[in-house]
């Protein structure tokens, strides 16, 4: 009986109360039925997106709706500010310059996080920028973005701010409306825990402005469709079934445990891991001031490969975290606590890891991670 | 315990051998054991297009099959013919004239298919063609195209032959290497019997020379991003993981029936189908010659609102059938006899057909369509 436990960061694992729903005949979506599931859905994302805004949902993953935030803005020759500190801004990236806008790329060392006066001299420079591309969390280097004062920077120029939170969202407080994010992308498969499938984008009425002013051709992501569609509880094209009745389920347990306390149920878990990863000579790898609570990413020790021992925790123990991607291969693990992550998950996976690390030669004292963890969990404010 | 049998040209029902895959927690797509699932989907998907041509697996829904069927392959200008027979063939129209093709549409009335001779005739006017979109099962007005003499006049031409097959596949013959397609679009929630949210693409070597010298800009949809993905066994972005696994199953499933029994099968249930709605006053629609075995499409007697008819099967008794499309709204209902579609589920929609029919006031032999569906099945040469 091989365990599949996920502490990847995306795919998450889905609870058993969602497979049950997932393993459920589905209904035909044009029935008001699916109506009703859909206006639910819609109501409940609005309310982890915390806005008021449209919210249309695709039938994609993550990158489909970041391709619906770039077709449906930027023509050729526009000019946007793609923020690049890691594998999920590389994407923004792609995307603006496969769409042929003038694209400024703001890079950020692997680990930093982009701040809000490096985007203030960017905007100075480039006052006509159609939108500013971040990434809430860039799971490749575990950093959050202070969305926040970013927004503050932008909500007075004509850019949108267009924030990437398919990692991150209902993990991550995300004030879309008080912070004046104008798009929020995000996906059913992480915070959400379901299964990759469904893509989902708010928009303001600054971005639906642009959106209906946007030349660029587009048909399967095109959001004046969308937006048509939502107005009569509707989506232009056959969606996702399965996964948004699933995504009501999933959504009232969130709202269940309460944002701010799924916030602090993250924050939470990162400390336990993150004390545990220290016991045992692992450090963070991210700049702490912006390490993000969705994942834990730390240094894997001197002399051990780290894509060695993400294998031999899947292969042999049946636990699945993530490695380093591009030029950390090898060099970070990522240990991820969104969704429905809970503690004992946590002391799971780090008592496996110490397992391999064992096995793999590296001299620590055995139980020391557990300890550490436990320790924490213990000490930090429950939820 | 309300009834919820989907007797819908999409989706279809989901039988409970694919339920229980798909209320299984999922797996990490970047896995050993998630490509040897891909490995087995890709095989089956070609065993069912009857290819040997690479398959291409898209987290989206039929539309966005097509979309990729054209952003890959035209860009402004390019000439293209796209049929159109109804919705479905509009759909090809909308995506051509939205992508900036020389669009060259040939419309056919509702409830005909078109000819290799039409075609030959365009291909003659049009030899700059790049491609010649078509529908194989036309779900709106329940006509399948005659493929294979249409590939005969396109093979040596420089045009390549697109065949949505989004409904048909797995229940009328496509064999898409002997009669010479260059690409297959289809999905998950029709013949195979699962939710949507997959969408799946063929693409012959001359479909594969024109995708690498498409200029269009396209990123989730890049079919040669996809194609080095699947050189490697993996797909370029998050797959729809729970859909493609529970694919094995439902790949297994049509396998161990035999194509060529499947297609006996539907027929099959066509020929009851459309027996019963006959023995109650209830004619087919599209011209016999060209009737798909996927769906029977029958007209609505005098006197009675097709869009009431539906209804009232659904709210009443829990059973989905579909009313016809813009002329046709009101005029035709539409039986499917996709997927997982038995005897006793056509022989439950015409009890409950009659049954309501009644309430309506259409005089007619009470259990006559029955009569005659029984009758039929029985004749009909059984698989």
Chains 1, 2 share one sequence.
């Not at 806005?51 to 695709?58: E, F, G, I, R, S």
């Not at 985007?119 to 420079?125: D, G, S, Y």
């Not at 992308?185 to 971005?207: D, Q």
């Not at 730390?298 to 591009?326: C, F, N």
């Amino acid at each position: 009986m091989k365990r599949n436990l996920l502490l990847t960061p995306g795919p998450t694992k889905v609870p058993p109360q969602l497979c049950a729903v997932l393993g459920q005949p589905i209904i035909h979506h044009r029935t008001p039925e699916f109506q009703d599931n859909l206006k639910t859905v819609v109501q409940g994302l609005k309310d982890i997106i915390q806005t008021k805004n449209d919210v249309y949902l695709l039938a994609s993953s993550g990158t489909g709706g970041m391709e619906a935030a770039v077709v449906n803005i930027l023509s050729p020759g526009d000019t946007a500010i793609a923020v690049d500190s890691g594998k999920f801004g590389e994407r923004w990236v792609d995307l603006c310059r496969t769409y042929q806008a003038n694209t400024i790329v703001h890079k950020v060392p692997w680990g930093k996080a982009p701040t809000a006066a490096d985007i203030k001299k960017l905007l100075a420079a480039h006052p006509e920028a159609k939108a500013v591309y971040i990434t809430l969390v860039e799971t490749s280097t575990g950093v959050v973005t202070d969305v926040k004062s970013i927004g503050e920077v932008i909500k007075h120029s004509k850019a949108l701010l267009v924030v990437d939170a398919v990692s991150g969202l209902a993990v991550e407080d995300l004030q879309a409306d008080a912070w004046a994010v104008d798009m929020v992308v995000s996906g059913s498969h992480k915070g959400l825990m379901l299964p990759p499938g469904v893509a989902f984008i708010s928009a303001s009425s600054k971005a639906i402005a642009m959106i209906n002013a946007c030349p660029t051709p587009r048909l399967y992501f095109d959001l004046r469709e969308a937006k048509k569609a939502l107005d009569k509880t509707d989506t232009p094209f056959t969606p996702a079934i399965g996964i948004i009745i699933a995504m009501v389920e999933s959504l009232r347990m969130i709202k269940h445990r309460g944002l701010q306390n799924s916030f602090k149920h993250f924050a939470h878990l990162a400390e336990g891991t993150r004390a545990g990863c220290k016991a045992i000579g692992m450090e963070l790898f991210p700049d702490p001031a912006c390490a993000s609570i969705a994942l834990t990413a730390v240094k894997v020790p001197a002399g051990i490969d780290g894509e060695q021992l993400t294998k031999a925790m899947r292969d042999t123990h049946g636990i699945s975290i993530a490695g380093g991607q591009d030029q950390l291969k090898g060099k970070i693990i990522r240990i991820a606590h969104m969704g429905a992550v809970e503690e004992s998950d946590i002391l799971v996976g780090l008592e496996c890891l110490e397992k391999v690390l064992q096995d793999m030669g590296h001299t620590f004292a055995r139980g020391a991670s557990l300890t550490a963890a436990q320790k924490a969990f213990n000490t930090a404010a429950k939820v």
